[in-house]
T-cell receptor
Framework: NAGVMQNPRHLVRRRGQEARLRCSPM?????VYWYRQLPEEGLKFMVY????????ESGMPKERFSAEFPKEGPSILRIQQVVRGDSAAYFC??????????????FGDGTRLSIL | AQSVAQPEDQVNVAEGNPLTVKCTYS??????LFWYVQYPNRGLQFLLK??????LVKGSYGFEAEFNKSQTSFHLKKPSALVSDSALYFC??????????????FGKGTKLSVKP
């Protein structure tokens, strides 16, 4: 009964490169959320997706960041032209369809992105 | 705007003693409140939630939380702390629904340290 799977667990990039973070939600889950955690801080919402749809991207930086959740395959968070300030832990969470506001979200173990 | 405050950065407790981790919230409408725990280099694990009903909510690993509407608080409690409870604890509130479910808004976290 696999949980939320994120890969890679650790990712190192040089400034200006692209970072791709992957998230496979729990089986049967159709809602995916991405959060960013800076050192010594809580998680900040970035984007909420359902299959082939971005529902809420109010937490996404306006430039360089994008996310998708295709019909087949994992959700991808893509960061173009990375900068040092992008260094953080990026967490994906998923929840099942239905149930509304009372559904807890289930989190992966995160991808720790380091920018050299 | 929805928000969550965790007034203590760190809580120190002796093993066997009761513990409380504080959380206050600000929401418009009915609050949907959650507690999560994070161990080093791991994702967040769901502990418990308050939606409606009894003000005392029981969750995983012997934890419980007390919802107090007049004080807008949702403190996490455990009658007898274990060393293995040492971790980072996050309180969260559900954002107003965008789509069928909204994202979580997290407090900054409280580091719980339980000494033998």
């Amino acid at each position: 009964n696999a949980g939320v799977m994120q890969n890679p667990r650790h990712l190192v990039r040089r400034r200006g490169q692209e970072a791709r973070l992957r998230c496979s939600p729990m089986k049967g889950h159709s809602h995916v959320y991405w959060y960013r955690q800076l050192p010594e801080e809580g998680l900040k919402f970035m984007v909420y997706l359902q299959k082939e749809n971005i529902i809420d991207e109010s937490g996404m930086p306006k430039e360089r960041f994008s996310a998708e959740f295709p019909k087949e395959g994992p959700s991808i968070l893509r960061i173009q032209q990375v900068v040092r300030g992008d260094s953080a832990a990026y967490f994906c969470a998923s929840s099942p369809p239905g149930g509304g506001q009372n559904q807890p979200q289930h989190f992966g173990d995160g991808t720790r992105l380091s920018i050299l | 705007a929805q928000s969550v405050a965790q007034p203590e950065d760190q809580v120190n407790v002796a093993e066997g003693n009761p513990l409380t981790v504080k959380c206050t919230y600000s929401v418009s409408g009915n609050p949907y409140l959650f507690w999560y725990v994070q161990y080093p280099n791991r994702g967040l694990q769901f502990l418990l939630k308050y939606i409606t009903g009894d003000n005392l909510v029981k969750g995983s690993y012997g934890f419980e939380a007390e919802f107090n509407k007049s004080q807008t608080s949702f403190h996490l409690k455990k009658p007898s702390a274990l060393v293995s409870d040492s971790a980072l604890y996050f309180c969260a509130v559900r954002a107003p629904g965008v789509g069928s479910q909204g994202n979580l808004i997290f407090g900054k976290g409280t580091k719980l340290s339980v000494k033998p």
